[in-house]
């Protein structure tokens, strides 16, 4: 599974670990990924996606899954999330 957020694109970054004697070593620092299902309003099911756990908190601050999706960036979504977020854009505009 790639160590990246589907939703905000959070993914690893790397640095060093730094010994007593100041020897630095590479090190890599994975956010914190989880399978998730998110239920969306305007599609009436639910939405597999892989996100982190920051994202989690996110999508509850800003009042459910459709509105955090509908506010987020295209380039930071991946495909799947793409063509959720198309999905649901359209359902809204069916509902008026």
Do not use: W
Request: hydrophobic share 35%.
């Amino acid at each position: 599974m790639a160590r990246r957020c589907e939703l905000t694109g959070k993914g690893p970054i790397t640095g060093h670990n730094i010994s007593h004697s100041h020897i630095r070593t590479k090190r890599r620092q994975v956010p914190n990924i989880h399978k998730r299902r998110l239920y969306s309003d305007a599609l009436g099911s639910f939405v597999t996606l892989n996100v982190a756990a920051n994202t989690i908190r996110s999508i509850e601050h800003a009042g459910g899954f459709d509105k955090f999706i509908i506010k987020q960036s295209v380039d930071g979504l991946s495909k799947r999330a793409l063509a959720v977020r198309n999905r649901i854009d359209r359902a809204r505009r069916a509902m008026g």
